[in-house]
């Protein structure tokens, strides 16, 4: 395994334990995908700052706000890497309420705002929200059963980006139309197709290359999972043109995490476990595309990658706590 690579991933799992020693009172799945957000950025979790962005959220949002439910832990996590937590907070608050007049309340609709916050100018914020609500009305009518919040989500990251609606609706749809008989979850296909339609490469090549990623994982006997979490290999197809070399580096990590405590048959399930090898795979990729001037990506498509991994990554952990503590409860 690379060294560079190597080195993130045992910073990821340092920061797991950060995360776990420090919130235990957090569901368990939210510890590493908050550790991978301070890996992404190649820093040691700051858990004093958590904290103190989790009492920012609590002293500025009502009790049975999404801001202090599911997601609360990810959101001060990403708060925590702000060098302004309460100003930042109060921008996201502003935009939150705007998102409110447009879309039904969600785990994942406080995410959004984080995102325009870091993305969008203060003077775009009607037009974005605008446009992000005509692109939803459009999923819903392409796809009225299995549209529901978490695309929110996804609405607001392609009114984000330089595709127009149609162009957005249009992509989107290739992509689920070609992808469609490959899984069985039409929901995971759904994401999938919303993260790919980002890239700028032809759909068929893009959908293509997710493929042989996912049936070379398979060959190795590393399944990837057929959920939300799908999305991920496609924000990594947007990362290489290297397919093969995707499969060993996951298969890689996937093999080097299992070697330590919490990664094993007793810890973290295969399917999560494969998840977090991918999203350190693309964490490295995208780094290595940002150092050489954008040689395998356009800024354009950089800028793209960093949405579609926020969005695809919450949206897989939201979903599986949501759907544990409903079996718990």
Not at 271 to 295: D, F, G, P, T, W
Request: net charge neutral; with cysteine.
């Amino acid at each position: 395994m690379d060294n560079v690579l190597k080195q993130r991933c045992e910073l990821f799992v340092r920061n797991r334990d950060i995360m776990k020693n420090h919130f235990r009172w957090d569901h368990s799945s939210l510890h590493p995908l908050c550790g991978s957000m301070y890996t992404e950025r190649q820093l040691e979790v700051d858990e004093v700052k958590i904290k103190e962005c989790k009492d920012i959220i609590k002293s500025n949002t009502g009790l049975l706000s999404p801001f202090r439910s599911t997601t609360n832990l990810i959101l001060a996590t990403v708060l925590s890497l702000e060098s302004q937590a309460v100003i930042k907070f109060q921008k996201v608050l502003r935009i939150y309420d705007l998102l409110r007049k447009e879309f039904y309340s969600s785990d994942y609709l406080p995410l959004s705002a984080f995102v325009m916050a870091d993305m969008v100018k203060d003077t775009d914020y009607k037009r974005v929200v605008e446009k992000a609500k005509e692109i939803y009305k459009r999923m819903k009518k392409e796809h009225p059963f299995l549209t529901s919040s978490e695309d929110s989500g996804f609405a607001i990251m392609f009114a984000i980006s330089d595709l127009t609606v149609e162009e957005a609706i249009t992509e989107m749809e290739k992509c689920y139309n070609f992808l469609q008989t490959q899984f069985f979850s039409a929901n995971a296909v759904q994401s999938l197709s919303h993260a790919l339609a980002l890239g700028e490469e032809n759909f068929l090549k893009k959908c293509n290359k997710v493929m042989e990623i996912f049936e070379g994982l398979k060959n190795r006997d590393c399944k990837f999972g057929t959920g939300v979490e799908l999305a991920i290999l496609g924000v990594l197809a947007m990362t290489t043109e290297n397919t093969q070399q995707v499969i060993n580096d996951i298969v890689e990590v996937n093999e080097y995490l299992l070697s330590f405590k919490g990664f094993g048959a007793l810890g973290i399930a295969k399917k999560q476990r494969l998840m977090y090898s991918a999203i350190l795979v693309e964490q490295e990729y995208k780094r290595q595309c940002e150092n050489k001037l954008m040689e395998v990506a356009s800024i354009n498509s950089i800028t793209s990658i960093i949405i579609a991994e926020q969005i695809a990554v919450t949206a897989a952990i939201t979903a599986s706590v949501t759907a544990t503590n409903a079996a718990n409860s």
